[in-house]
Every structure is written in C-alpha cells, then in structure tokens.
C-alpha cells in the first residue's frame, strides 16, 4: 500500500526555516517524480515545486513556483526513501498546509499525496 507521510510542519516567524519532511512507503521515491503543493483554506491548491527525474536517470531536475524560487529547495534521499523540501527566509503568506505528491516517471499527473502538515509564519 502507497503512503506518502508529511512532517516537519510548525510555527516559525517571519525570515526563519523549516525542512519539511516526506516519507513514503510502497513506492521508491528515486524512481517517482515528486511534488510539493500547499493550499489555504478557500483556495486552490498551489504547486510549490517539484523533483522530476530526467531522461529515465537517477538525475533530477528541479522546478519551483514562482512565490518560493530562490527560498525553497527541494532535496531527495534516496536511502531513507524521503523527499525534502528545506524552506528558507519564510514569509506569512507561504502560511499553508503543504502537501507531497508522487508520481509515476513520463507522467505529469500526480497518483499519490500526503495528507499534508501545516506551516504557520508569524509576522
């Protein structure tokens, strides 16, 4: 059974970090494209950025929104089978419950989330 395991989430003031966390189970993150959204209740979700593999490598390439590029960066550790998204210089508005999403290599579509773990920012 696929579980995709957010954690990490918190409350942190304006201009801090956190390094949000993605665990999953019945799937190989490596060979997944992975994705982070987050949604503020009574709004879409919105695409944050995301670890595509490339060419059918090991090789990622990374894409961000751009509302977080040059703060967010998502990372992957293929051994713990985990994908991180390290979030820095953090603003009110990224406020949100974030989410991770799986999916399967030469797709766009994402099969499998999270439940997601929610990021407060102080002003």
């Known amino acids: 059974q696929v579980q995709l395991v957010e954690s990490g989430g918190g409350l942190v003031q304006a201009g801090g970090s956190l390094r949000l966390s993605c665990a999953a189970s019945g799937l190989t993150v490596s060979t997944y494209h992975m994705g982070w959204f987050r949604r503020v209740p009574g709004k879409d979700r919105e695409f944050v950025g995301a670890?595509?593999?490339?060419?059918?490598?090991?090789?990622?390439?990374?894409v961000y929104a751009d509302s977080v590029k040059g703060r967010f960066t998502i990372s992957r550790d293929n051994a713990k089978n985990t994908v991180y998204l390290q979030m820095k210089s953090l603003k009110p508005e990224d406020t949100a419950v974030y989410y991770c999403?799986?999916?399967?290599?030469?797709?766009?579509?994402?099969?499998?989330w999270g439940q997601g773990t929610q990021v407060t920012v102080s002003s």
């Open positions: 670890s595509r593999r490339s060419g059918g490598t090991l090789y990622y390439s990374a």
């Open positions: 999403a799986a999916g399967s290599a030469g797709t766009e579509a994402y099969d499998y």
